[in-house]
């Protein structure tokens, strides 16, 4: 079982819509969890992190934390098509030393 | 300022050749990472430092050299690479284990 997993995509959504990213993981001790855009050929950048369950809001971007279902995702609002890239989510586990990567959810906004 | 600097951006080496590849970042951060990365792949993690000793180690082959002189810079020592080891190269930094990481640009090896 893979430690942080992500449907690949793509996923296509009208510009101006909400889109929704999901992300599961599989270590329960898992503490810290974090959203990254990647722009194809670019490196990642950082959107949002997220510590504690709930919701945090950033601009169009809220991260949601569920630690009992093991379940973090991303919601972007009013999508625009530079939004377009893959998002990739990483979680840091128990000690913090293990940082892994979820596969990555392509996202297409249409004009 | 959220700045980790890699160098070079492109490499291209043969298989015998050494070569090394820079990182450095000016934030404080005391934990430092490198990563790899395939084409449509997520990055992988090869190495972690923290506080400029090396806490993992993610059973990288030993033509894969880390090194972390100090707290600013991380390096990566390169010798008798094969052909799969092409891939971006990518550095990052984090104020400490727990927090969240920054990636720098990138390195683009490619091994002939």
């Known amino acids: 079982q893979k430690e942080v997993e992500q449907n690949s995509g793509p996923l296509s959504v009208p510009e101006g819509a909400i889109a929704s990213l999901n992300c599961t993981y599989s270590?329960?001790?898992?503490?810290?969890f974090f959203w990254y855009r990647q722009y194809s050929g670019k490196s990642p950048e950082l959107i949002m992190f997220?510590?504690?369950?709930g919701d945090k809001e950033d601009g169009r971007f809220t991260a949601q934390l569920n630690k009992a279902s093991q379940y973090v995702s991303l919601l972007i609002r009013d999508s625009q098509p530079s939004d377009s890239a893959t998002y990739l989510c990483?979680?840091?586990?128990?000690?913090?030393?293990?940082?892994?990567f979820g596969s990555g959810t392509k996202l297409n906004v249409k004009p | 300022d959220t700045e980790v600097t890699q160098t070079p951006k492109h490499l291209v080496m043969g298989m015998t050749n050494k070569k090394s590849l820079k990182c450095e970042q000016h934030?404080?951060?005391?934990?430092m990472y490198w990563y790899k990365q395939k084409a449509k792949k997520p990055p992988e993690l090869m190495f972690v430092?923290?506080?400029?000793?090396?806490?993992i180690n993610e059973s990288v082959p030993s033509r894969f050299s880390p090194e972390c002189p100090n707290s600013s810079l991380l390096n990566l020592h390169l010798h008798a690479l094969q052909p799969e080891d092409s891939a971006l190269y990518l550095c990052?930094?984090?104020?400490?284990?727990?927090?969240?990481?920054?990636f720098g640009q990138g390195t683009r090896l490619t091994v002939v």
């Open positions: 990052a930094s984090s104020q400490e284990l727990a927090s969240e990481a920054f």
């Open positions: 270590d329960r001790g898992s503490q810290s």
């Open positions: 997220i510590y504690s369950n």
């Open positions: 990483a979680v840091k586990g128990l000690g913090f030393n293990k940082f892994y």
């Open positions: 934030m404080g951060h005391r934990a």
């Open positions: 430092y923290s506080y400029e000793k090396l806490s």
